[in-house]
């Protein structure tokens, strides 16, 4: 195992930009954006408006993410943009707060880009995962990381949630102030506890033949793959299987809460199952993570899948609020697991001198699935006026997804992978 330094200092990435996941991602944007920025507006068009705000960030994310990782390879650049995309996100958390009532265009321009840069930057720190890890350990360390981050998350996201309920004890006006409030701790948040990552992980360097040329040597790199790309099927087997399940876990993260508003659920119950997610969270993703290296990766992946079947099927009958909290238990059990044995599982296939290249593949696939996600929860929304059915109909990508990884073989990926980049 590389230096724990290193490890834990790159697991405190996820501790720190998690914060905007569960903050402004998960938590109080969906709520603000339906009662404060696109106030008196019909919840199933706020309901589209934020499904297209986040299928648009994701997909300026995968145009950008092959590219720049191939750049990042070729010229040892993954902390730089890591960088560029960390501080993109944190100044727009800050700019979040300044958004005034009514304004939900510039609310989703915003929204956007502050996605692209939480996005992005998530692109380089899963390329540094082979930095700091081997084969053996790299499901301990991707699961140290997905768990610190629902406990970081989870305990700013503890404290927000005590100022949307308290304004007052903190010298705020009203619930406004206090979610605006907490998109600045945010941002706070964020730009403090990502400085590990920067001062301690090593990335190591690349030789490099044209320094002025970083552009041109990113593109022939990318190239080259894209003519090997019919000896990688095994790699664009597992892709396409992450794409599709990954799809179901993105959107239920991103639309849980704007779901509960719709079926008519108290706020406070939406936030309070949220940091519910985030505590339990912090244990089960280390479970998930200690399952995998007694079992195997992939049959560990296969059991959260069929965990989130349970879930969507849950999900698409519930009426009760206490339900609802049931659901947040199921999710929070599996949610960090899934994320952190794919990331781990496809870290292992792929070498470490093209791991931001290959990650861009991999965050450009998983980001597409955030684009058809939440556009599918929209349209259905649209088309049936029924949130019920919008949910159930994401069960299919968890099926298929499914179905194609279960003919993966990473051994034979990792081989064939090798032979194409020789």
């Not at 720190?16 to 709520?31: L, N």
């Not at 930095?131 to 610190?148: I, M, N, Q, R, T």
Request: aromatic fraction near 18%.
């Amino acid at each position: 195992m590389q230096e724990k330094k290193q490890i834990y200092a790159w697991a405190m990435y996820d501790w720190a930009d998690s914060a905007y996941a569960t903050t402004v991602m998960a938590g109080f944007f969906p709520i603000f954006f339906k009662t404060y920025y696109s106030a008196n507006v019909d919840v199933t068009v706020s309901t589209a408006q934020l499904g297209f705000a986040n299928s648009i960030s994701s997909f300026i994310v995968v145009l950008l993410a092959p590219l720049l990782g191939s750049i990042a390879d070729a010229a040892s650049l993954k902390k730089r943009f890591l960088l560029f995309f960390a501080y993109l996100g944190i100044l727009m958390s800050v700019a979040l707060a300044f958004v005034g009532e009514g304004a939900w265009q510039m609310a989703i321009f915003v929204y956007v880009l502050g996605n692209i840069g939480f996005m992005g930057s998530n692109t380089f720190y899963d390329a540094l995962l082979s930095c700091v890890s081997d084969e053996k350990s790299v499901d301990f360390v991707s699961g140290l990381g997905f768990a610190l981050g629902y406990l970081g998350g989870g305990i700013l996201f503890g404290v927000n949630v005590w100022m949307v309920q308290e304004p007052l004890f903190f010298g705020l006006a009203n619930v406004a102030q206090a979610i605006q409030a907490s998109f600045i701790s945010v941002a706070l948040w964020w730009a403090f506890f990502s400085l590990a990552l920067f001062v301690f992980v090593k990335e190591p360097k690349q030789e490099r033949t044209n320094e002025h040329n970083l552009f041109l040597q990113g593109y022939l790199r990318l190239q080259n793959t894209f003519k090997n790309i019919k000896k990688l099927r095994g790699l664009l087997l597992f892709l396409i299987a992450y794409w599709l399940y990954i799809d179901g876990v993105d959107t239920i993260i991103r639309m849980a809460v704007d779901y509960g508003m719709a079926l008519g659920f108290d706020t406070k119950n939406l936030v309070l199952s949220l940091l519910l997610v985030q505590f339990i969270g912090f244990p089960a993703t280390l479970g998930f993570a200690k399952l995998a290296q007694i079992w195997d990766t992939k049959k560990a992946i296969f059991v959260a899948i069929f965990l989130y079947l349970f879930i969507i099927f849950w999900a698409s009958r519930m009426n009760a609020v206490y339900e609802f909290y049931i659901l947040a238990i199921m999710i929070a059990l599996v949610q960090g697991g899934i994320q952190a044995l794919s990331r781990s599982y496809y870290s292992k296939m792929i070498p470490k001198e093209h791991a931001a290249e290959f990650f861009g593949f991999y965050n450009f696939l998983g980001k597409f699935a955030a684009i058809l996600g939440p556009l599918l929860v929209a349209v259905v929304a649209l088309v049936s006026q029924n949130s019920r059915v919008s949910i159930a109909s994401i069960a299919l990508f968890f099926i298929v997804g499914g179905i194609l990884l279960f003919f993966v073989d990473e051994k034979k990926v990792k081989e064939d992978v090798s032979k194409a980049l020789l």
